[in-house]
């Protein structure tokens, strides 16, 4: 059972209840002795006597404020209590917020309230109900261990909470501590990179639940140890990730929404025709720009199309003969064509989306990065087309 590491009396307006402050969370980093290297010797920590080297009990440290190199001002800690004899025992509310209009950024240190004994039950109950109605959380100032604390008690699960705060002179302002942020107009985030991010954040949304996150950290550190002492070999860590390409942003956001499809969609990071014509629920179009976004349907409405101009069949599902004899038609109006565009052709329907991108990259096509993989195969074999017409005239 916990301990409390204070207790006074919570107040707000006359209404005054006597609690005591608890940890509300522990921390689980693993404890590492300090050892001499070579031995099994511990080496502690001893406060000294900088002057004389020799040690000093801890009752006789008291605090000293530095005025001078060398001079100080002592001061006691029951002098200390006396500036605030009423706070250092008293958490009195001064006033109820929303708690919505407080920047997280203030927050500091969770503790649980409770009530010092069970008779002051049913006032503790009313201030917990009250919060919890209002849906507020009451400012206060009190002072614990020789510092005062700004502090925002609300109602959580059933119990008081007590949020200590910074004070609005200790939180520091980004656009001064921080010199790479970028200015207002420096960096233009286009509308269609804006809906493929916010498609993504879509995607990964989950209902928040802290048990399924765990410390891996420290997790792989009960294993450094483990291995250590039996003897074993210790594996080097894992890569850290690089940096996004800002160069091409749009295929960076296109391949996260190509693995973050539930599994079985896609494989290795990379997508099949029939890959992208289930997953373009919401991928931009590319001739029609970031209002053209596109449902399922006429996803597939238009891939097909697509496929029926390239394989046009009859109602069996077989070519037709007129159409094949119109094919043999255009293919000797036009010349044979060599073997290698054939291969050419066979070569681009066996690629993946990655190499037909890395292709078209090569080629510097425009709008690559926003196509699907029917559209940069289509893109490729019609730049072949425009090249072989070119050589043969």
Do not use: C
């Not at 307006?13 to 404890?31: D, F, K, Q």
């Not at 002492?229 to 996260?256: F, H, I, W, Y």
């Amino acid at each position: 059972m916990a301990r409390p590491i204070w207790s006074g009396i919570l107040t707000f307006g006359l209404v005054s209840v006597p609690v005591s402050l608890y940890a509300a969370t522990e921390n689980h980093t693993v404890s590492f002795r300090q050892i001499q290297r070579g031995t099994s010797d511990r080496v502690r920590n001893k406060r000294v006597n900088e002057r004389t080297g020799e040690e000093v009990p801890f009752g006789e440290i008291v605090k000293g404020y530095e005025v001078a190199e060398g001079e100080y001002v002592i001061v006691e800690p029951e002098e200390l209590e006396q500036l605030s004899p009423g706070r250092s025992k008293t958490i009195e509310i001064s006033g109820f917020v929303d708690l919505d209009q407080v920047d997280p950024t203030f927050f500091d240190t969770t503790y649980y309230l409770g009530p010092k004994d069970k008779g002051y039950a049913k006032v503790y109950s009313l201030l917990q109900q009250a919060l919890e109605k209002a849906n507020r959380a009451g400012i206060a100032l009190f002072a614990m261990r020789g510092k005062e604390y700004l502090t925002a008690v609300r109602a959580d699960r059933g119990i008081l909470t007590a949020h200590t705060m910074h004070f609005a002179d200790e939180v520091r302002d980004p656009r001064t501590e921080i010199p790479t942020l970028p200015a207002a107009d420096a960096a233009t985030v286009s509308e269609r990179e804006l809906a493929m991010a916010g498609q993504l954040i879509d995607m990964l949304a989950v209902d928040w639940n802290p048990d399924q996150y765990k410390d891996t950290f420290e997790e792989k550190v009960h294993e450094l140890i483990a291995a250590k002492q039996a003897g074993q070999t210790v594996t080097a860590p894992e890569a850290a990730p690089k940096p996004s390409n800002v160069l091409d942003l749009m295929e960076v956001l296109s391949r996260s929404l190509e693995s973050a499809k539930p599994s079985g969609t896609a494989a290795s990071g990379t997508a099949t025709a029939e890959d992208e014509t289930a997953g373009e629920q919401a991928r931009p179009n590319a001739r029609t720009g970031a209002e053209g976004w596109r449902t399922a349907g006429e996803q597939r409405t238009t891939t097909a199309g697509r496929s029926a101009q390239r394989r046009p069949k009859d109602a069996d599902g077989k070519k037709t003969t007129a159409t094949t004899a119109r094919a043999r038609t255009a293919t000797s109006a036009t010349g044979k064509q060599t073997g290698a565009a054939a291969a050419r052709r066979e070569d681009l329907s066996a690629l993946t989306k990655t190499e037909l991108y890395q292709r078209a990259t090569e080629l510097d096509l425009p709008h690559r990065s926003t196509m699907t993989r029917d559209e940069l195969q289509h893109a490729l074999e019609k730049a072949a087309r425009g090249r072989h017409l070119r050589s043969a005239s």
